[in-house]
């Protein structure tokens, strides 16, 4: 299989080296703009299936490929679908070469997200990619690159950004209505059990292409191998693949979080606390974690794969692995202001409290009795899905009617990618030693106190058990380098498996 490459793609593509310098207006004539816009699914075992359920109830769209690297998932999907089946592809390179093709939603594994983006967009395809946007920050800020050049419509699957509740409750803390915003919190109290131990490395199935599998990641053998077998899911707890809960949950509520603030770069700084503890498994990314963004106003995000309690963790039935809270969220958002706070309690909700715990209001984005009445931002209340927003910038040709265009979800990734550097880069160390570290961060040392006592309530001595104490980064968002941190910069991309190669030159 060879490597794809830009001169491949304009040879080979609907409209040749002329569908590049098109205009926007131009293209819009020619492709999507009142015709039906033809889409392939990339990877559809868990995710992605969502994504086919969307798309397949959007007017004007059809799904004419799919394409994953398990021939088994395919075969499960083609029988589901019967006799609407579109053509399948194992190989990404050879479905990108279809000129009957127009977009791509895509959502496989972290570390295929950029290469994938940017190789759909040098193919004249427009593009929905799954969150966390990028696998490093060097890939971030590439597929911002690939979609500038080739005037691509990206959108990323942080799809909060299309929840009119939510964006209701972004514009009454942006209007002043609870004054100035205190800190911004995210958080992930979502019980992980443990992977299993293994012994060494795991057979792939036959029904896998493992060596597309891994693509720009080293091609080495599984060491996992749980209910999920020893390639899919939890690939997510492995550093060459994926980014932890951090990474999994975490640029939904992290980007909440800085759309709330309004922030429009990688936070200056960051310092992240956490471990994998209470259990003994084969994974990598911790279970317990907790990251500190420098912004002008803060930014703390929360990590809790373990249950309430110990007792919690053994229970049996409904409530097996029950979850602690912060103000009534548990993978959610908490944005404290100075006369309030906003409880984000869901994907689609905003839930504004007074001082005193008071509901005062709630935006949940649900159609009044007059169906004619505007919401605070001028728009019909459940105004549609995130693919449906997707889709209508794909006609339109508008980058700025993405909700979550490429851009976003670059900057959001990014801030996941910095806290785990910290956490990666940091040592292993005693409570005391920690909290003497943070003296000068309250914000931190009171997160920390209330992770140590989850921890002790899931009878985790801190003592024996370590925690690691992360390496505070100062982080420069327009060169988007670290600041006299080598180490930290050598982690801002990594060493790609040839052909697998995001290229510094989209």
């Given at each position: 299989?060879?490597?794809?490459?830009?001169?491949?793609?304009?040879?080979?593509s609907?409209?040749?080296?002329?569908?590049?310098?098109?205009?926007?207006?131009?293209?819009?004539?020619?492709?999507?703009?009142?015709?039906?816009?033809?889409?392939?699914q990339?990877?559809f075992?868990g995710?992605?299936?969502?994504?086919?359920?969307s798309l397949r109830?959007?007017?004007?769209?059809?799904?004419?490929?799919?394409?994953?690297?398990?021939?088994?998932?395919i075969?499960?999907?083609?029988k589901?679908?019967?006799?609407?089946?579109?053509?399948?592809y194992?190989?990404?390179r050879?479905?990108?070469?279809?000129?009957?093709?127009?977009?791509?939603?895509?959502?496989?594994?972290?570390?295929?997200?950029?290469?994938?983006?940017?190789?759909?967009c040098?193919?004249?395809k427009?593009?929905y990619?799954?969150?966390p946007?990028?696998?490093?920050i060097?890939?971030?800020?590439?597929?911002?690159?690939?979609?500038?050049?080739?005037?691509?419509?990206?959108?990323?699957?942080?799809?909060?950004r299309s929840?009119?509740?939510?964006?209701?409750g972004?514009?009454y803390v942006?209007?002043g209505?609870?004054?100035?915003?205190i800190?911004?919190?995210?958080?992930?109290?979502?019980?992980?059990?443990?992977?299993?131990?293994v012994?060494?490395?795991?057979?792939?199935?036959?029904?896998i292409?493992?060596?597309?599998?891994?693509?720009?990641?080293p091609?080495?053998?599984?060491?996992?191998?749980s209910?999920?077998g020893p390639?899919h899911?939890?690939w997510?707890w492995?550093?060459?693949?994926g980014?932890?809960?951090?990474?999994?949950?975490?640029?939904?509520q992290?980007?909440?979080?800085?759309w709330?603030?309004?922030?429009?770069a990688?936070?200056?700084?960051?310092?992240?606390?956490g471990?994998?503890?209470?259990?003994?498994?084969?994974?990598?990314?911790?279970?317990?974690?907790i990251?500190?963004?420098g912004?002008?106003i803060?930014?703390?995000?929360?990590?809790?794969?373990?249950?309430?309690?110990k007792?919690s963790?053994?229970a049996?039935?409904?409530?097996?692995?029950?979850m602690?809270?912060?103000?009534?969220?548990?993978?959610?958002?908490?944005?404290?202001?100075?006369?309030?706070?906003?409880?984000?309690?869901?994907?689609?909700?905003?839930?504004?409290?007074?001082?005193d715990?008071?509901?005062?209001?709630?935006?949940?984005?649900k159609?009044?009795?007059?169906?004619?009445?505007?919401t605070?931002?001028?728009?019909?209340?459940e105004?549609?899905?995130?693919?449906?927003n997707?889709?209508?910038?794909?006609?339109?040709r508008?980058i700025k009617?993405?909700?979550?265009?490429?851009?976003e979800?670059h900057?959001?990734a990014?801030?996941?990618h910095?806290?785990n550097?910290?956490?990666?880069?940091?040592?292993?160390?005693?409570?005391?030693?920690?909290?003497?570290?943070?003296?000068?961060?309250?914000?931190?040392?009171?997160a920390?106190?209330?992770?140590?006592?989850h921890?002790d309530?899931?009878?985790v001595?801190?003592?024996a058990?370590?925690?690691?104490?992360g390496?505070?980064?100062?982080?420069?968002?327009q060169?988007?380098?670290?600041?006299?941190?080598?180490?930290?910069?050598?982690?801002?991309?990594?060493?790609?498996?040839?052909?697998?190669?995001?290229?510094?030159?989209v």
């Amino acid at each position: 299989m060879k490597n794809i490459s830009r001169r491949s793609f304009l040879k080979t593509s609907v409209l040749g080296a002329t569908a590049f310098s098109l205009s926007a207006s131009s293209w819009a004539q020619v492709a999507g703009a009142n015709s039906d816009i033809r889409v392939a699914q990339i990877g559809f075992r868990g995710q992605g299936g969502g994504h086919i359920s969307s798309l397949r109830k959007i007017k004007g769209v059809r799904l004419v490929a799919l394409c994953d690297v398990d021939k088994e998932v395919i075969g499960k999907k083609i029988k589901e679908l019967g006799e609407n089946a579109p053509q399948t592809y194992t190989d990404i390179r050879k479905l990108l070469e279809n000129k009957d093709v127009d977009a791509v939603s895509i959502a496989v594994p972290n570390h295929w997200h950029a290469l994938a983006t940017v190789w759909a967009c040098q193919a004249g395809k427009d593009v929905y990619v799954e969150k966390p946007a990028s696998h490093n920050i060097f890939e971030g800020r590439k597929m911002v690159e690939a979609a500038r050049k080739y005037n691509r419509i990206v959108q990323c699957g942080t799809q909060c950004r299309s929840s009119v509740g939510i964006q209701e409750g972004v514009k009454y803390v942006q209007d002043g209505k609870l004054g100035k915003i205190i800190i911004a919190r995210g958080f992930c109290y979502k019980g992980r059990r443990p992977i299993g131990l293994v012994d060494g490395p795991q057979q792939v199935p036959d029904s896998i292409d493992y060596d597309l599998w891994c693509g720009p990641a080293p091609k080495e053998p599984p060491r996992r191998n749980s209910k999920n077998g020893p390639v899919h899911y939890d690939w997510h707890w492995f550093w060459a693949y994926g980014n932890g809960d951090y990474g999994n949950q975490g640029p939904h509520q992290v980007d909440i979080c800085r759309w709330f603030l309004g922030e429009d770069a990688i936070a200056p700084f960051s310092m992240a606390i956490g471990g994998r503890l209470g259990y003994k498994d084969s994974a990598e990314t911790p279970n317990t974690i907790i990251v500190y963004h420098g912004y002008k106003i803060p930014l703390l995000f929360e990590v809790r794969g373990l249950p309430k309690d110990k007792a919690s963790q053994t229970a049996e039935g409904k409530d097996a692995w029950k979850m602690d809270d912060f103000r009534g969220a548990s993978i959610g958002n908490v944005i404290e202001c100075e006369n309030g706070y906003v409880v984000v309690p869901s994907y689609t909700t905003a839930i504004v409290y007074d001082k005193d715990g008071k509901e005062i209001t709630r935006f949940d984005g649900k159609k009044k009795k007059d169906t004619n009445v505007k919401t605070p931002l001028g728009l019909v209340a459940e105004s549609g899905g995130h693919h449906d927003n997707w889709i209508a910038a794909i006609r339109s040709r508008n980058i700025k009617d993405l909700k979550a265009e490429v851009l976003e979800g670059h900057l959001s990734a990014g801030l996941v990618h910095t806290g785990n550097i910290s956490y990666r880069l940091g040592a292993g160390k005693k409570p005391g030693e920690i909290k003497e570290a943070l003296t000068d961060n309250k914000n931190l040392a009171e997160a920390f106190d209330r992770m140590a006592g989850h921890l002790d309530a899931n009878c985790v001595d801190l003592a024996a058990d370590k925690l690691q104490l992360g390496v505070p980064l100062k982080f420069n968002p327009q060169t988007e380098r670290f600041v006299d941190n080598d180490k930290a910069n050598e982690m801002v991309s990594r060493n790609y498996r040839k052909p697998f190669v995001v290229p510094e030159n989209v």
